[in-house]
């Protein structure tokens, strides 16, 4: 077994660097525009400084998250952070739980806790879970991908880390973001060891293959995407085709890193501008220093090169993976109202055997973060009729 405990325990001597650095931070001299408008709100940008520097405790941050059982374990020559926490119940069922970005595993820390004990939170002890929440590679305290390209192989880690690591041969995914198109992977190459799985988006890369016979509601979702990367998708594109000049930029500056950081969770969230009406300094910056501590801004955009510079050679091979699994996986979706994209369940269902659509009532892109009791109650229900294949 390669599996060892892991404690986040970040050295002094960084913690102090990054103090330093907030100290002198240069910010724009006209820094007093209170709106979102053009990105970050300057005024918002010093408030939230301000407090990183004076009030945010990193040590309460960290023994919070060191509460949870972490682990690190080689697989396939790489180095892989995750948590794993047992569920309370006569028979829990493994799920892995996927994260995406700008977020990190961070993001299930609201829901960890409401899946692996639901009888403490007013759920039936039967619908307890094993749960395992990995750091994608390149994030957090998982190592950088050696390669360009290795988005398409993370579900292959995934299994062996299940499967051989932990000794799960049968068990359910949950993801969002990245995270669904690792899951959408784990299922398309596993489909034998995947049960079931359950998703909060549609992989928005779909929409660059040709389709047709479209509905009315699926014509208007794709003109609604297009829109949206007009819109609001600058920073995929520079992710994706200049990653590293940007890297070298917020690697260095943890008020660049912020900004770049916190606009996203303004924009793709559920709350009407206000962004500390779903999450407060705490959550925020606590998501913003792990990046910091850990020096993977740059990692975590390789996803989006992946993506942007994959050959007709690896969309092929995508396309062939269709056939094995991921149309054979049962698949559930929870569609929240603030999500960045709304594609019709017809949509999905050219490309998944959709069991299960829903409808939530508030809610965006951090869905885990924002609403982890409607979360995770949709996950229970999905997953309660597929825990006698376990």
């Known amino acids: 077994m390669s599996v060892e405990p892991f404690v986040i325990d970040i050295p002094e001597s960084i913690l102090d660097d990054l103090h330093a650095r907030l100290t002198v931070t240069r910010l724009d001299p006209n820094d007093s525009a209170t709106d979102w408008d053009a990105g970050t709100s300057p005024a918002y940008l010093r408030e939230l400084l301000d407090y990183w520097q004076s009030d945010f405790d990193w040590r309460a941050q960290e ?16 180095t892989l952070h995750f948590i794993h926490e047992r569920g309370k119940g006569p028979a829990p069922l493994p799920l892995i739980l996927t994260h995406g970005y700008p977020d990190s595993f961070l993001r299930f820390q609201k829901l960890i806790p409401l899946l692996i004990d639901p009888a403490a939170h007013g759920g039936n002890e039967r619908d307890a879970f094993d749960v395992v929440v ?8 998982s190592d950088r991908p050696r390669d360009v390209g290795q988005l398409f192989h993370i579900g292959k880690l995934w299994y062996k880390l299940l499967h051989e690591e932990l000794g799960y041969k049968k068990f359910v995914a949950h993801g969002g973001d990245w995270g669904t198109t690792v899951t959408v992977n784990l299922a398309r190459s596993h489909p034998s060891s995947v049960i079931a799985m359950h998703l909060t988006d549609v992989p928005f890369w ?15 979702f794709l003109a609604a995407t297009q829109q949206f ?4 998708g600058a920073y995929a594109m520079i992710q994706g085709t200049r990653p590293q000049t940007l890297a070298d930029g917020l690697n260095d500056s943890p ?4 900004a770049w950081l ?9 709350c009407d501008g ?11 910056l606590a998501n913003v220093t792990l990046y910091w501590v850990t020096q993977t801004i740059g990692s975590s955009f390789l996803p989006y090169y992946d993506i942007g510079h994959a050959g007709a050679g690896t969309w092929i091979a995508e396309k062939m993976k269709d056939l094995i699994g991921s149309t054979k996986v049962p698949a ?9 994209t709304h594609p019709p369940r017809e949509w999905a269902e050219r490309f998944y055997d959709v069991q299960r659509w829903t409808d939530m009532p508030r809610g965006g892109h951090f869905a885990a973060m924002e609403e982890p009791e409607l979360l995770a109650e949709d996950i229970r229900v999905f997953f309660r009729d597929y825990r006698r294949a376990h």
């Open 63 to 78: 023994a919070n998250i060191n509460r949870f059982a972490q682990f690190r374990a080689r697989v396939d020559g790489s």
């Open 134 to 141: 990995p750091s994608l590679p390149g994030y957090a305290f």
């Open 206 to 220: 779909l929409t660059f293959q040709k389709t047709s016979n479209h509905t009315p509601a699926e014509e208007k």
């Open 229 to 232: 990367q007009m819109e609001e």
């Open 255 to 258: 008020a660049g890193l912020a």
């Open 262 to 270: 916190i606009e996203k969770f303004q924009r793709m969230s559920d």
């Open 274 to 284: 206000d962004i500390e009406s779903r999450f407060t300094k705490d959550e925020l």
């Open 332 to 340: 559930a979706f929870a569609r929240f109202p603030k999500e960045m």
